[in-house]
T-cell receptor
Framework: NAGVMQNPRHLVRRRGQEARLRCSPV?????VYWYRQLPEEGLKFMVY????????ESGMPKERFSAEFPKEGPSILRIQQVVRGDSAAYFC?????????????FGPGTRLTVL | QQPVQSPQAVILREGEDAVINCSSS?????VHWYRQKHGEAPVFLMI?????EQKGHEKISASFNEKKQQSSLYLTASQLSYSGTYFC?????????????FGKGTHLIIQP
């Protein structure tokens, strides 16, 4: 019974390049959340998606960041023209129902390093 | 707004007890507790949904005081495996519709 899968686990990009982070939720889960974690900091909510819909993106920077969760395939967090400040661990979580009142299952994270 | 956790760090000997607090300046609708080991994904411990609710899981339990807008996590007779960083996540504290707002974490080190 596979949990949340994220790939790649580590990603190195140079300033100005694009980063694509993938998240496959637990089978049957239709709610996906993306969080960012800086060293020694808690997880910061970025975006909440259900299949094909962005429900809440209030935590996502307005520029350069986008997310999608297509009908088929994984959820993608895309960061265009990366800057050093984007270096962080990005975690995806999924839930079968609203994650507000149910467990959110976290993936192992993608550690992005921007050179 | 980010919940405030205290203490920031705790060092215990195996078998000792610990209490981790989580407080918010805003009304809370639910409090989630997670543990994260270095380099790993956060692992769910429990959710508290109602004011006054208490839950337990083996020797780890938690309470939720809705009026005081705070929750506490209790670790009894700590084991080496309890080491890690504990995060509380709150709903209604400025996160997304279902997205949680997490505190900065409490580092727990258990020594043999």
């Amino acid at each position: 019974n596979a949990g949340v899968m994220q790939n790649p686990r580590h990603l190195v990009r140079r300033r100005g390049q694009e980063a694509r982070l993938r998240c496959s939720p637990v089978k049957g889960h239709s709610h996906v959340y993306w969080y960012r974690q800086l060293p020694e900091e808690g997880l910061k909510f970025m975006v909440y998606l259900q299949k094909e819909n962005i429900i809440d993106e209030s935590g996502m920077p307005k520029e350069r960041f986008s997310a999608e969760f297509p009908k088929e395939g994984p959820s993608i967090l895309r960061i265009q023209q990366v800057v050093r400040g984007d270096s962080a661990a990005y975690f995806c979580a999924s839930s079968p129902l609203s994650g507000a009142y149910n467990e959110q299952f976290f993936g192992p994270g993608t550690r992005l390093t921007v050179l | 707004q980010q919940p405030v956790q205290s203490p920031q760090a705790v060092i215990l000997r195996e078998g000792e007890d610990a209490v981790i607090n989580c407080s918010s300046s805003k009304a809370l609708y639910s409090v989630h507790w997670y543990r994260q080991k270095h380099g790993e994904a956060p692992v769910f411990l429990m959710i508290l949904l109602k004011g006054g609710e208490q839950k337990g899981h083996e020797k780890i339990s938690a309470s939720f005081n809705e009026k005081k807008q705070q929750s506490s996590l209790y670790l009894t007779a700590s084991q080496l495996s309890y080491s890690g960083t504990y995060f509380c996540g709150t709903l209604g504290g400025g996160g997304g519709a279902d997205g949680l707002t997490f505190g900065k974490g409490t580092h727990l080190i258990i020594q043999p």
